[in-house]
Nanobody
Framework: QVQLVESGGGLVQPGGSLRLSCAASGSIFRINDMSWYRQAPGKQRGLVAS???????NYADSVKGRFTISRDNAKNSVYLQMNSLTPEDTAVYYC??????????????????WGQGTQVTVSS
């Protein structure tokens, strides 16, 4: 069974910084793209940033220049460095990854996985 576990959320003042982490564990054969999404109260979940296995990145316009996504393939982990935070960044942040996992039988299967979410609150 594959799991994604996020950490690093919390309360921060406007203009502050936070770093989110997400680690994948389980019978992983290969991790393809990894992403961060967020969902604010009363709003739909939306893409914040994504990174391919080769390191190509993509950002939502609202976070360009402030957030940086990175990954450590050796640790099966993805990170989101968030700077210059504003109250509009308040949301639950979710990690998402496309993972090829290996069954005990030796066969592989591809599934997208979600983490449990971590709350980020930007407030004075």
């Amino acid at each position: 069974q594959v799991q994604l576990v996020e950490s690093g959320g919390g309360l921060v003042q406007p203009g502050g910084s936070l770093r989110l982490s997400c680690a994948a564990s389980g019978s992983i054969f290969r991790i393809n793209d990894m992403s961060w999404y967020r969902q604010a109260p009363g709003k739909q979940r939306g893409l914040v940033a994504s990174i391919t296995s080769g390191g190509n990145t993509n950002y939502a316009d609202s976070v360009k220049g402030r957030f940086t996504i990175s990954r450590d393939n050796a640790k099966n982990s993805v990170y989101l460095q968030m700077n210059s935070l504003t109250p509009e960044d308040t949301a639950v942040y979710y990690c998402n990854a496309g993972i090829t996992a290996r069954r005990n039988s030796g066969s592989d299967y591809y599934t997208r996985y979600w983490g449990q979410g971590t709350q980020v609150t930007v407030s004075s």
